[in-house]
């Protein structure tokens, strides 16, 4: 079984455009693969966060991933911070590493804008990410695009290391799995549906009750030509329902226009197909949310066994470069 790893950040509440547009697809690759998923508690630190909510979003993030569907018996959810090979690789590939290489991340630019205060931190978050990534060896990581440029300079680092200290990491796939949904704001059918651009309209919540889910719907923006038409360049709202209804119902978006005439219906019936694909997420969600001694033992059997698969890699790693080991 090939190795998937991804990372997820601990940023609280699951929206449907994280759900149809990632988590579901681990969901259905713990079944077929050796997946390992990694709340990044020590990336959430590059930015400014209460340690308080540091903590809770961590525990949240983990309930969130196991109500999505995340099954703790066929994959492994683990903590990042909980592992501590995920620092002491850090340091390694840092050494490897050229200034040059991390200024030309996007991400780096976008978030750090040439502040002087930016952290250090932020500035070597992709080699934090390379080390998650080559700690298990993993072969395929689904991400999202925006962190394509990761995901190479991830590959760069295990191909440059292999080269000047023998053969020590898997070199990921540069293909990204395919991605699911990508789901647009509800107001905003030009922008991606984001928690962090502010639009409580335009943003459904994996555990939105259903008079909400049925609400926002409804005012979803769409156009004025009345025409149920799949056409995401000319009508976007209108498409961007389309998108949700096929991702929720698994048919094409095409097929299911041809079924209706008014807005109106369509809206509603998207509604329910929704309301019905996050129902059992709500389930569990509420089930976990109840239990969360037994997510805090998910997470303890998820760390033992990351433990185990990464001090084995970091060792291979310290003993190539040549550290004296015990
Ligand atoms: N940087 C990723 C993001 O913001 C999260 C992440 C951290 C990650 N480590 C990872 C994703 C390892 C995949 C593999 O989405």
Redesign the pocket.
């Known amino acids: 079984m090939a190795r998937v790893?991804?990372?997820?950040?601990p940023s609280g509440e699951m929206h449907l455009g994280n759900y149809l547009g990632a988590v579901r697809q681990w969901v259905s690759h713990q079944q077929e693969h050796d997946a390992y998923f990694?709340i990044?508690d020590l990336?959430a630190l590059t930015i400014e966060i209460e340690p308080q909510h540091l903590r809770e979003r961590t525990l949240d993030a983990a309930v969130n991933l196991l109500a999505a569907g995340l099954d703790p018996a066929l994959c492994t959810v683990f903590v990042?911070s909980q592992v501590p090979e995920h620092p002491r690789l850090t340091w390694l590939l840092e050494c490897t590493t050229a200034m040059g290489e991390l200024r030309r991340m996007t991400?780096f630019k976008d978030k750090g804008r040439g502040q002087e205060d930016v952290r250090v931190g932020l500035f070597t978050?992709?080699v934090?990410?390379?080390a998650?990534?080559l700690l298990y060896d993993?072969e395929r990581?689904?991400?999202?695009d925006?962190?394509r440029q990761?995901?190479e300079l991830?590959r760069d680092l295990a191909q440059r290391f292999n080269q000047r200290f023998g053969t020590t990491f898997v070199v990921p796939d540069a293909a990204i799995p395919q991605v699911g949904a990508r789901v647009m704001d509800l107001q905003h059918p030009e922008r991606k549906m984001s928690k962090s651009v502010s639009s409580p309209l335009g943003t459904i919540g994996v555990l939105d009750d259903p008079a909400d889910i049925e609400r926002k719907i409804r005012k979803a923006v769409t156009d004025t030509d009345g025409d149920v038409r799949y056409d995401p360049s000319t009508k976007p709202g209108l498409s961007n329902l389309l998108d949700i209804f096929a991702a929720a119902s698994g048919r094409r978006p095409q097929e299911i226009a041809s079924e209706y005439q008014r807005y109106g219906d369509l809206k509603r019936d998207a509604a329910d197909a929704v309301i019905e694909l996050l129902r059992p997420v709500r389930e569990r969600h509420g089930e976990y949310s109840a239990d969360l001694s037994g997510v805090r033992a998910v997470l303890e059997t998820g760390a033992r066994k990351a433990h185990e698969v990464a001090s084995a890699t970091y060792l291979r790693a310290a003993e190539a470069v040549g550290l004296l080991m015990r």
């Open positions: 790893l991804s990372g997820v950040q990694c990044v990336h990042q991400q978050y992709p934090l990410m390379a998650d990534i993993a990581v689904p991400v999202g925006d962190q990761h995901l991830a």
